[in-house]
């Protein structure tokens, strides 16, 4: 008998073979979805995917981020070095230069070699090869470049053991569920990994301690393409003899930072803005060590944002697939119970009305759904009316934050928070921060759109956004006082939800068929127009002010010289005839003013002098009364705040978008 066939291939009806892909070997054919579209982005999208875990780890323990971003750029020989592989002198150097195209008919030749015969002999006497020279040059221009990125925080650590899976298998992560998170796909680090695998064939390389006082893990890995599992190459504990707490994360990645260097300052700048409570730093050093880099973006706020929490699905985001889903993962038998319990909403009569119209007893079993009952239950699911989830579970920003981070960064001359309810999107709720600024350090004339989701900057494919087309095509700037042209605008949109409504797989725009996030993206917007059209009333009211006493001031010596010479006239016409019945007789303190002029004591210094202090007196009595009018400015009261002393007992603080109110107990007592 002949061997037993081992070909485990399955053949199609047309012959071809059908083949099983892992998650890691479709993403690193596919990786563009998740940003890795060109050498540069790659880099970009690294350094972006690192940061973003970082700063997810500090604040799972509220901790202050510190993240510190080291970018070395290598070229082949330096990558070789660092491999170890050896390099050997070109032989056939016919291989790696670049082919003439053929003559096309009836088209142009093409020039080979321009150079007068004097000029190619001048260089040759000279000791240079003009043919090496032009090879070499060409050489370094097209050459490919690499560069070893290393990001570290003071977060949690990772734990000895999960370190492997955590970022060596595609599609693994802890985000997964209905809560608001910068990622839920697990495809970040793994995608740098695979990206790194790719470009230099290099591991990465992972130090991290979960303790000041605890060992240091140190892991070395590679991720197996076809399998989707890890390829430990190093694994141990060390003494931590530094007291390092939280991860550091190197790998070689080939990159482009000449292309992309101003998507990723603008990425750190954004960041800062929208997360003022971190400090990030970044070091670029390049193979030419005089043009070495240096960002630091110090920490503005102490005040972090509340941790999001995990809640349960919302009924109207229930399809017929997740819902099985549900049903079969349920620990509670009564279907019931499973609506009252694992859906949000959903309270134990409305869970018995359901089920009602659904003609199912009430003490049906969640496991005895078939499939026809458990697609009946979806649509009714569907159809139903329940509360909108409620907003409490997201984590914003906050007006606070966001107006210290804008402040920051662009320095405005005036700037406007707003914050808005939380609404739905398709059974998710949603919440919109908006920032307006007018004025600002390396601002351009018009209206500059700055977009964040969950506290991510977006970046690309800003035209179709939410963002972009409310506020350059459906916001009258004209009626809050704001030139759209000619000032500079700065406008914020942060949008924070358990599920972002993304565009595109991409996931760098929302898109502007939302009516629930366009309204209130629009409607948070013109919040901050309001509060922006008071303050530049006022502005435009002392700008008045200063024009009218500038005016003013301008003609006090003319005016104080004719009236002395007017009351000087009257002093001298009065003297002469004085016996005379037709003059108008003075009253008593024209005839002082007269009586002064003519004794010299008083002059045309002194008439300039009360005229500016009545100028002043006037025009800051009109300008309260205009401001006042035009709701400007309140009257206020002024408050005095006694020193603190820690002995002292300190009620509750009452939290405001712009400020916290801390009272002592003490007060309330002699108030009382």
């Known amino acids: ?165 955590m970022l060596g298998r595609v599609l693994a992560g802890s985000k997964y569920g ?44 590679d991720i197996d393409i076809q399998k989707n599992e890890p390829r430990v190459q190093l694994h141990e504990k060390i003494e931590n003899t530094s007291g390092m707490r939280g991860t550091e ?81 349920t620990k509670h038998k009564l279907l019931k119970q499973f609506l009252s319990k694992d859906l949000s909403n959903i309270d134990g009569p409305l869970a018995g009305r359901l089920l009602t119209e659904l003609r199912l007893p009430a003490d049906c079993e969640a496991a005895s759904l078939d499939d026809k009952q458990a697609t009946r239950l979806a649509q009714l699911l569907k159809e139903a009316k329940f509360q909108d989830p409620s907003g409490d579970c997201l984590s914003p920003v906050g007006e606070y934050n966001m107006r210290l981070g804008i402040i920051k960064e662009l320095k405005p001359d005036i700037v406007a928070t707003y914050q808005d309810v939380a609404c739905t999107v398709e059974g998710h709720p949603t919440m919109i921060e908006a920032g307006v600024s007018i004025g600002g350090k390396d601002v351009k004339p018009g209206i500059a759109v700055y977009r964040f989701a969950n506290r991510i900057p977006l970046l690309f494919e800003g035209g179709a956004d939410v963002a972009t087309v409310v506020s350059k095509k459906r916001i ?79 003609y006090i010596p003319d005016v104080s010289r004719a009236f002395f010479s007017v009351i000087s006239m009257i002093a001298d016409k009065e003297q002469s005839q004085a016996s005379a019945s037709t003059s108008r007789k003075l009253d008593d303190e024209e005839r002082g003013i007269v009586d002064e002029v003519r004794h010299k004591r008083l002059k045309v210094e002194t008439l300039s002098e009360k005229l500016r202090i009545h100028i002043e007196q006037c025009d800051a009595s009109s300008a309260l009364e205009q401001v006042t009018a035009t709701g400007v400015q309140q009257p206020r009261r002024e408050l005095f705040l006694s020193p603190r002393h820690d002995a002292l007992d300190l009620l509750p603080d009452m939290h405001h978008p712009r400020f916290i109110f801390r009272l002592h107990a003490c007060a309330m007592k002699e108030s009382s």
């Open 249 to 329: 994360i190197s790998l070689v990645v080939g990159g482009s930072w000449s292309s992309y260097r101003s998507y990723i300052v603008r990425y750190l700048r954004q960041m800062a803005v929208i997360t003022p409570y971190a400090r990030f730093s970044l070091k670029v050093s390049s193979l030419n060590h005089g043009s070495a880099l240096s960002f630091d973006y110090a920490r503005r706020s102490d005040e972090m944002p509340q941790e999001p929490a995990t809640i349960n699905h919302h009924p109207s985001s229930v399809n017929v697939e997740l819902l099985k889903q549900l049903l079969y993962s």
């Open 476 to 554: 009258n700037w004209g009626n809050y006082k704001i030139r759209q042209n000619q000032d500079k605008i700065g406008v914020f949109v942060s949008l924070v939800s358990t599920k972002v409504p993304f565009k595109g797989t991409g996931k760098e725009y929302i898109g502007d068929d939302i009516p629930e996030v366009k309204q209130a993206v629009k409607r948070a917007i013109e919040k901050c127009c309001v509060q922006l059209k008071v303050k530049l009333l006022k502005q435009k009211a002392l700008s008045d002010d200063r024009e009218r006493r500038k005016n003013l001031t301008k």
């Open 1 to 165: 008998m002949g061997k037993k066939s081992t070909d485990t291939r399955i053949s199609t009806a047309r012959g071809e073979v059908l083949r099983f892909k892992s998650p890691a070997e479709f993403f690193s054919e596919n990786k563009n979805i998740a940003g890795f579209d060109n050498d540069g982005k790659c880099l970009y999208t690294t350094v972006r995917e690192l940061v973003e875990n970082a700063l997810d780890a500090c604040e799972s323990i509220r901790q202050l981020p510190d993240v510190d971003i080291t970018l070395e750029e290598l070229d082949t020989a330096g990558l070789n070095e660092i491999i170890g592989v050896t390099t050997h002198e070109r032989q056939d150097k016919d291989l790696y230069e670049d082919k003439l195209e053929p003559k096309k008919k009836g088209g142009r030749k093409k020039k080979i070699d321009e150079k007068k015969p004097e000029e190619e002999a001048a260089i040759v006497a000279d000791g240079e090869d003009p043919t090496v020279e032009e090879a070499t040059t060409k050489s370094k221009k097209n050459e490919r470049l690499f560069y070893r990125v290393v990001v570290r925080d003071n977060g949690c650590g990772m734990k000895h053991e999960n370190i492997p899976d």
């Open 178 to 221: 209905v809560r608001q998170t910068r990622g839920k796909f697990g495809l970040g680090a793994k995608m740098a990994l695979i990206w790194s695998k790719q470009s230099t064939g290099m591991p990465i390389e992972v130090r991290s301690s979960t303790s000041a006082s605890g060992p240091v893990t140190v892991c070395v890995l």
